[in-house]
């Protein structure tokens, strides 16, 4: 199931019709355990359900899903810790370093 999953979310990774950081789900979707892919699948549809739809309040959308993406990302940092600047590369580091 997750093979067939896997197939189809690269499909539609290759057909760029998503935008940052759903592009790269590809890259975690064999990671997570199943309610973990099942909100993952539904902001994917959504994204592809509304997304030819220009709204007014896509920036808070797109708000909505990477703080969706961070919950994952934290219950799985283990794993997926490497792979966060490249699903977050407008993240700042509140550290003055």
């Known amino acids: 199931m997750k093979k067939k999953l896997l197939t189809h979310t690269i499909l539609v990774k290759k057909a760029q019709i998503l935008r940052e950081p759903l592009k790269q789900t590809t890259d975690i979707i064999t990671v997570l355990n199943s309610y973990e892919t099942h909100i993952i699948l539904t ?5 592809l359900k509304y997304n030819f739809t220009k709204s007014e309040n896509q920036k808070n959308n797109d708000e909505k899903i990477k703080d969706q993406m961070k919950i994952i990302f934290q219950r799985n940092i283990k794993q997926l810790a490497p792979l966060y600047a490249k699903f977050f590369k407008d993240h700042k580091s509140n550290n003055n370093n």
Request: proline residues 0%; without cysteine.
């Open 43 to 47: 902001i994917i549809w959504n994204n």
